[in-house]
């Protein structure tokens, strides 16, 4: 059992004329096993959340503590978080040229197990993750993300979860752009993963479209860079019916 603890989270973003305050006060305790779908208008800062968790420079913690099973995330590299088993599916995927799939995805798996996988095991697996998202094995050898549509770089983001094996995985918006196949084959994945019950999972979305075929356990609605309301899955089909704007009167955005 693991356990991603942020507490009065406040993360300020730098820009051309200085920081700019993003996060105020982030409240969210996550449980592996367990899936929190955050929820909110574009520019509440749901992708700051992401990056800040991840460990990104360019958004700087002025207050507050993220702890995963006691140890200070704040703490550690971007590299220590990932082996700590921290995991994000970024909004943007960013291209690697001359990289191949299949060589990022093995350096990915040896640098955080701390050893080489198994040679055989590994292929074994990377082939049946990859045929589990309808990928074609000619996609392990192109360059990561270059040239990718926006379906496959998705796919790629939830083929490197599977066969990380992260304890907390964080997937910013990995339903947008994506046709209804590709969102089925996709939240079939973080199904497979959730279903082991080893992984937590924070899924971040504008849209409530992927909740419909990945049941999120918790929902909080994000709302200028801090949690506005939370509950269960119904929280979702009411924001479904009734949008963002209750949450936006008086907003300062
Ligand atoms: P969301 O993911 O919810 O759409 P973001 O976290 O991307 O929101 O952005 C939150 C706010 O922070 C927005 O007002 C955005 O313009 C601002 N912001 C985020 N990153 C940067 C950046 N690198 N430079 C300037 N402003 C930024
Ligand atoms: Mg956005
Ligand atoms: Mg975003």
Do not use: C
């Not at 996988?117 to 049946?128: C, F, G, H, N, Q």
């Amino acid at each position: 059992m693991s356990t991603l603890e942020i507490r009065d989270l406040h993360v300020s973003v730098e820009t051309k004329e200085g920081p700019k305050p993003i996060l105020r006060g982030v409240d969210l305790t996550i449980d592996s096993g367990r899936t929190h779908a955050i929820m909110g208008p574009n520019g509440s800062g749901k992708s700051t959340l992401a990056y800040s968790l991840a460990g990104h420079p360019k958004y700087q913690v002025t207050s507050g503590s993220v702890s995963l099973d006691g140890a200070d995330v704040l703490a550690m590299s971007v590299d220590e978080r990932a082996r700590a088993g921290m995991f994000l599916a970024m909004q943007y995927p960013v291209e690697v040229p001359g990289v191949s799939v299949s060589n990022f995805l093995r350096t990915a798996k040896t640098a955080i197990d701390g050893e080489a996988p198994a040679l055989r095991t590994w292929i074994k697996d990377v082939k049946v993750a990859m045929e589990g998202l309808r990928m074609d094995s000619s996609f392990a050898e192109r360059s990561v993300n270059e040239g990718f549509s926006g379906g496959e770089k998705k796919r790629h983001e939830i083929l490197q979860m599977e066969l990380l094996k992260p304890k907390m995985a964080i997937l910013d918006e990995t339903d947008s752009g994506l046709d209804v196949d590709a969102l089925r084959i996709v939240s079939e994945g973080v199904n497979r993963v959730r279903s082991t019950g080893d992984v937590g999972v924070l899924l971040i979305t504008h849209y409530t479209r992927i909740l419909r075929y990945i049941t999120p356990d918790f929902v909080h609605v994000f709302v200028d860079g801090r949690i506005a309301e939370e509950g269960g899955p119904e929280l979702a089909d009411r924001l479904e019916s009734e949008g963002y704007d209750r949450y936006l009167t008086g907003a300062t955005a």
